[in-house]
């Protein structure tokens, strides 16, 4: 009994030497940093101090900063997700020449760089853009209306540049998943929306919970994405991050500020994950 | 760094100085005769171009000497001066007002004198700073920078405030020190207090700026974003614009110009200074002297689309009636901080 045990351990032990790496490099470059920055947040002139919290938790503007940041990243990861789904569908189900193309088309804009696109965006939302004469063409709009620099405008661009971090993982997942398994339930007697909910929803879910945490954690921190799309007038916490460290040179503020966004980011992924499971494991 | 500090002595440069000693004992300057033949500049990377272009020429030709151009950024040279107090390498600062302050409390500076620096007794009212602590050597001024498809000239700083524009002005955050402006010409055309106390009060500033919040698109910090926007036509203006970046667009074809208005303007922080302990103070004074004189303005203004600040400079066309109001730098450095924060709250989205 205990030398299998013993013999189980060896065995892991010998595989995880294979994470050594870039355990070394994340606890080099990334935890302890962070570590840093989570004591900078508690020291004041007197050492350990809670101050630095109070002051930030007790200002209104601040929630207002953390409702903005928590809004805008949900509804990124929404619009993702309304989007992502169908496309990974349909990414899974092609075959051949279809699929390349598609697998290029969501993975080769990654390429080009951020500020590009949000130049991009600029040019297609304002006021004589393709949206605008569309809309106004449509009659949806009397007159063009202002996007850019709103938070739809905001919402609509982070959507377009995290998109393929919600398909890919969304498409690993499906990709495993046998299609005759739908068929079959189809046999079975359910109907098309029973067969969605009970069926390829709950099987697509691993990828659905990681692609939603990768965007969320993306939308959540994004910086140079809403200082170009919708500029100075929109706080974020990771502009107001970097607004503490860089202008205003008050390394507390940006210390408490940068875990409060951390600890956010970090509880709402974690519990989003643990709720998915918990769902299927009940069933 | 260390070596900057010894004279080099290849045997072109032997024959140079030889030969500029026996050429111009006669005739020229005592500071000619000044055996090292180096001098440091501490500058912006940014005013890189005019200075090797028209400046450090000039100097080099008529002293014959060696100009190290330094271009880095107004706090790297602070620094250089605080590691090096007690053997200053560069002899000539040009830094930022903000930065200049600081250099001064901490005594890095030697006066600039008419003396020293005869061209310094030409300069206009308001560009010498602290009794001569440092001067202003060009005005790159602050004015509304309009799409000419879009609008005709804007007369009045009031003008942003119309309704009509709608969505269709841009201002600099309070991050970009141009930013900073718009508090002052707020205050002042909501009280019209003259343009000194204006400044200060910043209450008026945040009530009139807040009368234009629908009128804002955005508040860049990126300058290249808002030019963009402007030459596009989504934006019709951007006030303040800084005569440097919206005249040279202006320049290569962009549909825009740059208005100056009736109430007058301010200028950007453009501060020369002479470092206190400096190698070759003499020829320090005489590049200073030689920034400021007529010839040189006139050149360096025609180069940045900046304002001289020899008064005997004629001003570009148009524009010998702006006025240009001082900025207190210290009132800026002491509150911007302060300023960003209230800006954040009562004029965000």
Redo the contacts between chains.
């Keep these: 009994m205990i030398a299998a045990l013993k013999n189980r351990l060896a065995r892991m032990d010998r595989i995880a030497i294979l994470a050594v790496p870039a355990l070394v490099y994340m606890i080099a470059i990334f935890a302890i940093p962070v570590a840093g920055l989570l004591l900078r947040s508690f020291s004041g002139p007197d050492g350990f101090t809670l101050a630095g919290y109070v002051s930030f938790l007790g200002d209104a503007f601040n929630w207002r900063v953390i409702g903005n940041t928590l809004r805008v990243a949900a509804i990124t990861t929404l619009i993702c997700l309304a989007i992502g789904y169908p496309t990974a569908v349909a990414l899974s189900r092609a075959r051949g020449f279809v699929q390349v193309a598609l697998l290029v088309a969501i993975i080769l804009p990654l390429s080009v760089g951020v500020v590009v696109k949000a130049f991009a965006w600029q040019i297609v939302l304002r006021r004589d853009g393709i949206v605008a004469n569309i809309l106004v063409g449509l009659g949806v709009w009397d007159t063009p209306q202002l996007l850019l620099f709103t938070e739809t405008g905001l919402v609509v661009g982070a959507a377009n540049l995290f998109l393929p971090f919600m398909i890919l993982p969304i498409y690993s997942v499906l990709k495993l998943v046998d299609p005759n398994i739908q068929d079959a339930a189809a046999t079975l007697g359910a109907s098309p929306v029973y067969r969605f909910f009970k069926v390829a929803l709950p099987l697509a879910m691993p990828g659905i919970v990681s692609g939603s945490s990768i965007v969320f954690s993306l939308a959540v921190s994004m910086y140079v994405i809403p200082s170009l799309l919708i500029g100075d007038r929109f706080q974020t916490l990771a502009t107001l991050v970097g607004r503490s460290f860089l202008l205003m040179r008050n390394e507390q503020l940006g210390a408490v500020t940068a875990s409060v966004l951390l600890a956010l980011a970090l509880a709402i992924v974690a519990f989003s994950s643990w709720a998915v499971r918990r769902k299927g494991d009940s069933r | 760094m260390t070596i900057r500090h010894l004279p080099k002595l290849s045997r072109r440069s032997v024959l140079a100085g030889a030969a500029a000693l026996s050429a111009g004992s006669l005739a020229s300057p005592s500071v000619i005769r000044a055996q090292t033949r180096e001098l440091v500049v501490g500058a912006a990377s940014s005013q890189r171009s005019w200075s090797e272009e028209i400046m450090i020429p000039a100097f080099e030709k008529k002293y014959n000497v060696k100009v190290v151009f330094e271009g880095t950024r107004s706090l790297v040279n602070l620094e250089k001066m605080q590691k090096n107090k007690d053997k200053q390498y560069l002899s000539v600062v040009q830094m930022d007002d903000p930065v200049m302050i600081l250099a001064v409390r901490e005594g890095l500076l030697e006066p600039i004198t008419a003396a020293k620096v005869p061209n310094s007794a030409s300069l206009k009212p308001g560009v010498t700073h602290m009794d001569g602590m440092w001067v202003n050597y060009l005005q790159p001024w602050v004015g509304i920078a309009y799409n000419t498809t879009r609008m005709a000239a804007p007369t009045s700083w009031a003008e942003i405030y119309d309704p009509k524009y709608k969505?269709r002005v841009i201002l600099p955050?309070?991050?970009n020190t141009e930013g900073v402006m718009n508090l002052f010409l707020a205050s002042f055309l909501k009280t019209g207090k003259p343009m000194a106390e204006a400044q200060k009060d910043m209450d008026a500033a945040f009530a009139k700026l807040k009368e234009m919040k629908a009128n804002?698109?955005?508040?860049?910090?990126?300058e290249g974003?808002a030019y963009?926007?402007l030459e596009?036509?989504?934006a019709f203006m951007v006030a303040g614009a800084i005569s440097t970046l919206a005249l040279a667009r202006k320049a290569k074809g962009a549909p825009i110009e740059l208005a100056a208005p009736k109430e007058g303007t301010f200028s950007m922080p453009s501060g020369i200074a002479l470092v206190k302990g400096a190698p070759l103070p003499e020829l320090g004074a005489a590049y200073v002297d030689m920034l400021l004189s007529p010839e040189i303005q006139a050149k360096v203004t025609e180069a940045t689309f900046a304002l001289p600040t020899n008064r005997t400079v004629p001003a570009p066309a148009g524009l010998s009636s702006l006025t240009v109001h001082p900025v207190d730098w210290a009132n800026v450095s002491e509150n911007r901080?302060a300023w960003?924060?209230r800006w954040?709250?009562e004029?965000?989205?």
Excluded: H
């Design positions: 969505g955050s309070l991050q804002i698109l955005m508040a860049y910090t990126q974003q963009n926007l596009q036509g989504e901080a960003v924060a954040d709250r004029l965000s989205l």
